[in-house]
T-cell receptor, first 111, second 114 residues
């Protein structure tokens, strides 16, 4: 399988704490994307990082990419209860627009 | 319509029946995708279409077929449903000509095959 893997599978934190999720993948990529899925809903794109970038920020999100280790991390700072969701990383498949998704990290932020 | 719509929202189907899941987008995106999401397995690509008139197989295409007669619609058909096709199905689209090619997702169809 070409699927990536997120780590941890589940994460429970208190409001105000930071949440870090990791993603490992198997093949060379052009970009890596992170998506969020609220329970019972479709996925929503959060952020994309290209293979020639090492770090990217968007609001309270910080993404890093280490292509030598084939890994990425998503940091959510000052978490809120509304951040409770599943988070997925996705990599391009063979340089095309098709994506390969990981299995996701389920984040619970307790008020 | 704003974005991607899917129908039905949910369906219970007897094994052996034929079923078509509908997907429509109003963003004029060329590329469309069908995924299934199963607990513990994440999202897996079933079929895709890079542009109207073309389709391709994804990671798990067996038992499914698609067509792309126009830009907006991308129906997924289960010719003879089996219980292992019980899943949540998501349709997505993207525009390959965009600088940043992330995918937009529909709300999903929850299918139960008994």
């Amino acid at each position: 399988s070409q699927q990536g893997e997120e780590d941890p599978q589940a994460l429970s934190i208190q409001e105000g704490e930071n949440a870090t999720m990791n993603c490992s993948y198997k093949t060379s990529i052009n970009n890596l994307q992170w998506y969020r899925q609220n329970s019972g809903r479709g996925l929503v794109h959060l952020i994309l990082i290209r293979s020639n970038e090492r770090e990217k920020h968007s609001g309270r999100l910080r993404v890093t990419l280490d292509t030598s280790k084939k890994s990425s991390s998503l940091l959510i700072t000052a978490s809120r209860a509304a951040d409770t969701a599943s988070y997925f990383c996705a990599t391009d498949w063979g340089g095309s627009e098709k994506l390969v998704f990981g299995k996701g990290t389920k984040l619970t932020v307790n008020p | 319509i704003a974005g991607i719509t899917q129908a039905p929202t949910s369906q219970i189907l007897a094994a052996g029946r034929r079923m078509t899941l509908r997907c429509t987008q109003d963003m004029r995106h060329n590329a469309m995708y069908w995924y299934r999401q199963d607990l513990g397995l994440g999202l897996r690509l079933i079929h895709y279409s890079n542009t109207a008139g073309t389709t391709g197989k994804g990671e798990v295409p067996d038992g499914y077929s698609v067509s792309r007669a126009n830009t907006d619609d991308f129906p997924l058909t289960l010719a003879s449903a089996v219980p292992s096709q019980t899943s949540v199905y998501f349709c997505a689209s993207t525009e390959p000509e965009m600088t940043v090619t992330f995918q937009f997702f529909g709300p999903g169809t929850r299918l139960t095959v008994l």
